[in-house]
């Protein structure tokens, strides 16, 4: 997939409008599970997905091939998304759609693991929505899409220092918040 | 080192899953608190699901490939429907132009005629 993509991107580089349309069937829904995840909107999503190629069609050029193009495409998608999330003037709380689709890649999992994990996985999914975008845009970018601290403060405009301190104190939010859910459905099973 | 101190540390580096990278202290100190042992545990979870949660995408509507693709559509494409915008637009400024022409050679006319009945 990454041989393809870079070859798409080679192509695209040099002009070849089809090459950069196939780039873009090929990435558009990471792209947007990425903006969805730092919006937590569909519409600030497609929003920041439509700028994120605007952009990568403007300055795919400029594009050294230093890093993966996913990995600058997450970059710049993160950037979108703060800039947008910059203009909110309050955090929406919106629930998530419950005709979300959301597809599960590790097929492996025997049934019972598969389920306890999907519980576990709603109940964080949940929790990330919960916490305040700022907190939330770190713990996402670090702990799920491995962005460097210093990738995080460039990105979101903010210093390395203030990075460290948001993504620990998300990270002690989510925990706290899956700690009592589970203390809650363990007490609520022992009293069955 | 205290359990505070402990559990602080443990949110900051949520993913060393192997004791041996932990400092030295902080080895000590989990060795014997079953507090932070289970803190630990409960860390390292969290930071399993969040990196599982990589692997779970969010589809989009059929709809956005289309508004992208329409997005980055290439210049030759757009160009044309430019070229029409300006070609309107200059013709707007052109058609306005004539008419204030127009009105002010209406006005002149109007005046020197004015000028000559009050000479007369």
């Not at chain 1, 950069?20 to 792209?31: G, K, M, P, S």
Request: glycine share 4%; hydrophobic share 40%; proline share 5%.
């Amino acid at each position: 997939m990454s041989k393809e993509i870079d070859s798409l991107v080679a192509k695209a580089k040099d002009g070849d409008h089809r090459a950069f349309e196939e780039l873009v069937r090929e990435t558009y829904v990471d792209t947007y599970t990425l903006a969805f995840r730092l919006t937590g909107d569909p519409e600030d999503a497609r929003d920041v997905v439509q700028e994120v190629y605007l952009r990568v069609h403007k300055s795919l050029r400029r594009f050294r091939g230093d890093s993966q193009f996913k990995t600058w495409l997450h970059r710049i998608t993160a950037n979108c998304a703060s800039t947008l999330l910059g203009r909110r003037t309050k955090h929406r709380h919106d629930p998530m759609p419950e005709d979300a689709p959301i597809a599960d890649h590790n097929p492996e999992l025997d049934p019972a693991a598969r389920a306890d994990t999907g519980v576990l996985r709603n109940q964080l999914t949940e929790a990330l929505r919960g916490l305040p975008p700022k907190l939330s845009a770190v713990v996402v970018l670090r702990d799920i899409y491995d962005f460097s601290h210093e990738a995080i403060a460039a990105e979101l405009g903010i210093s390395e220092s203030a990075a460290k301190v948001r993504l620990h104190r998300a990270r002690k939010r989510l925990r706290e918040i899956l700690h009592t859910q589970q203390d809650s459905e363990e007490a609520e099973a022992n009293a069955v | 080192m205290q359990c505070d101190d402990v559990i602080l540390y443990l949110a900051q580096s949520p993913d060393e899953e192997s004791n041996d990278y932990l400092p030295l202290p902080v080895r000590h100190h989990l060795s014997t608190c079953l507090t932070c042992q289970a803190e630990r545990a409960h860390y390292l979870r969290l930071h399993r699901e969040l990196r599982a949660l990589r692997d779970v995408v969010i589809r989009p509507d059929d709809r956005l490939l289309t508004d992208v693709l329409d997005t980055v559509r290439p210049p030759a494409t757009v160009t044309p429907i430019r070229s029409s915008r300006r070609k309107a637009y200059v013709g707007g400024i052109a058609a306005a132009a004539t008419a204030g022409a127009a009105g002010a050679l209406v006005l002149v006319s109007k005046l020197s005629q004015k000028g000559h009945r009050l000479a007369g």
